[in-house]
Each structure stands twice: as C-alpha cells, then as structure tokens.
C-alpha cells in the first residue's frame, strides 16, 4: 500500500486550481516605460524587443492602454540629450524638465495611475554614474550625492510622483529623501527603496535605451557584489530604519534566494525588478523560436510571486496582462 500520493491533488485542473499556492495578477505588475523629447515619436529600443522609447504624447498614449488593461502602476525613465547632462545632474530637479512634463501629463490623462519615478543621477550625468564622481580621484561621493537626489526626489513629487524610487545605492539616501519630502509636504509620496541592487550585467539593455553606461569604470563601489546575500538583510534592516515602504531586489531572476531570505527579515512589502537582460534574452530565444517566450515569461512572473514578492517591475508587463485578461 502507497499512502502518500502527491500526485492526487494533480490529478486535474480543478484540484489544482484548489492546491494552488501562489497567484499572478494583473495587480502584481508594474511596467517600466522610456521617455524622450519630441512629438509623435517612439523609437524601440533594439535590444528590448517590443520597447520603446516614447515622446510624451505617445508615452500618455501607451499608459492610458495599460491602464485598460489594469495595470496598476507604472515606472517612468527619461532618455536625454547629451547636451543636457553635466557632472552635477542639474537637469534632473529642473521643474520644467523633459521627466517633470512626463510625470504631470502621465498624472493629468491618468490619474488612477501610479507614478513610479527613479532617483539616481546617471540619465543625467556627463559621468554616467549615480553618484557624484570626484574629479581627481574617481570616487563616487556619498554624502553629496545625497542633496542632489533628495532635490530630484522633491522635484518628482511636485510634478506628481505617487512612489520615488531610489536607485542609486548611496548610503543613508533613504532616510535623507525621507526627511526632505517631509519637510516639503511630500508626507504621502511613497519610497520603494531599491534595497538589494547588485553591480550586474543584466542592465545591460537599459544602458541602451537611455545611453546611460558609466563613462569610465564600474559601479561595484556602490552597487553590491553579486556573492553576498547576508549584506542584503543589512540593506533590508537600514532601509526599514530610514523609512522605506516598499524593498526591492534587483536583478530578479538570479536573486531569488535574495528575494526568499528578505521575505523571512520583513513584514514590508517586496518587489523584484525582473530587468532588461532578462527580458532580452527571453525575447531573443523566442524570436530564434528556442523557447516558447509566452510560457517562459508566465512561469518566470510566477517564480518571483513564489519567491515572495507583492510585486514585480517587468518589461513584459503589458504581454503578461493581455495574457492573464484570457
Ligand atoms: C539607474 C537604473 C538602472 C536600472 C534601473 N535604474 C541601471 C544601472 O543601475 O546601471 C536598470 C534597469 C534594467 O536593466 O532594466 N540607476
């Protein structure tokens, strides 16, 4: 006699509705999207298949269609011109920015919409870091970065940011935007803290899109080491400290012991950002017709609800909605 069959709660597709543990909505996701200055224009990124980078009034177009769709959030990234970037990031807290008229006309036509918006230097910097680069030495400077992207965050807000999302990983910034958001009357803008971010070669594609790379070194000074898990908890513990809402890990995929161990630390809520590289290279071994794009990307969205995340940021945001509205 066998007493233990696991395989009767598979036996069909009602027990395993039943059995099910975890489940994809569309109100898990947030879908990052690309702005850029001009009129009509959407440019697709070339090693983002299916993304693009918009004008404001095709990035207005595109939310009102994910909104229909119910996705509930969205996270916005400027591309600039060169022109407009400089070793201190001026442009990122200027009110009447290409990023600020994003977020009001976003918030205007959508207003059920939430707003994510990142908080690092490097759309904006000459240097390509999210960090000010000390002139002589190279080093990114932590506590002056910090004015710079608590002036960004405050900027965001009153163009109508619900959530800022720190990318930087400066020391103490979220506590610093915290205490600077406050004091402006910003008590209610959110902070999805990018908590867990490693130095990776998954963002690879983004750089892309808003020609962002550093424009000499790397960003292991600030981003962690892609070897240490432990170091994430003491991330999850001082962001939890200075006040962050929400915790992210990111990559996703490739971190979701990091996801899994946070989980067990914190009552917060987590996201994982399932980034450009591995949204590419979905993309590229479907087009090869390698693997079936829809079936990986349903099952990769359910590993990051599996791992314990609330919610995921995904390029395949939109794909995933249409699907889950079948
Ligand atoms: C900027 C930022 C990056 C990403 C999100 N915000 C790139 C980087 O840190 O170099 C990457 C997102 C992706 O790859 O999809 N600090």
Not at 13 to 35: C, Q, S, W, Y
Not at 148 to 156: E, H, K
């Amino acid at each position: 006699m066998m007493t233990y069959r696991p395989r009767r709660n598979r036996k069909n597709a009602a027990t395993r509705n039943l059995v099910r543990e975890n489940t994809l909505t569309v109100n898990d996701l947030i879908a990052p999207l690309f702005v850029i200055e001009g009129e009509n224009l959407s440019i697709p990124v070339d090693s983002m298949p299916g993304q693009s980078r918009f004008s404001i009034d095709l990035l207005v177009k595109e939310v009102k269609e994910l909104a229909g769709l119910g996705i509930p959030c969205v996270s916005l990234f400027p591309a600039l011109d060169d022109s407009l970037k400089n070793p201190t990031a001026t442009e990122s807290y200027n009110d009447n920015g290409l990023f600020q008229r994003a977020i009001r006309a976003v918030k205007a036509a959508c207003p059920e919409v939430l707003i994510m918006t990142d908080v690092a230097m490097d759309p904006y910097s000459s240097d390509g870091h999210d960090g000010l680069v000390d002139a002589t030495t190279g080093e990114i400077k932590n506590d002056e970065t910090l004015e710079i992207l608590a002036q960004m965050a405050i900027s965001q807000a009153k163009a109508g940011s619900d959530i800022i999302g720190p990318s930087d990983m400066m020391d103490g910034r979220i506590g610093y935007i915290r205490d600077a958001l406050d004091e402006e009357g910003f008590s209610k803008t959110s902070i999805m803290s990018y908590t867990a971010k490693y130095a990776s070669a998954f963002y690879g594609p983004f750089r892309d899109a808003l020609d962002s790379a550093p424009k000499s070194g790397d960003k292991l000074s600030y981003q962690m080491d892609y070897a240490n898990k432990r170091e994430a908890i003491r991330e999850t513990i001082l962001d939890e400290q200075e006040g962050a809402d929400i915790l992210m890990v990111k990559p996703g995929l490739c971190y979701l012991d990091v996801i899994s161990e946070m989980r067990n630390q914190t009552t917060l809520p987590i996201a994982a950002y399932n980034v450009s590289g591995e949204y590419a290279m979905v993309k590229a071994a479907a087009e090869k017709g390698w693997i079936d794009g829809e079936k990986i990307m349903m099952e990769m969205l359910m590993a990051f609800k599996r791992a314990g995340c609330n919610m995921i940021l995904t390029y395949f945001a939109k794909d995933a909605a249409k699907l889950l509205a079948k």
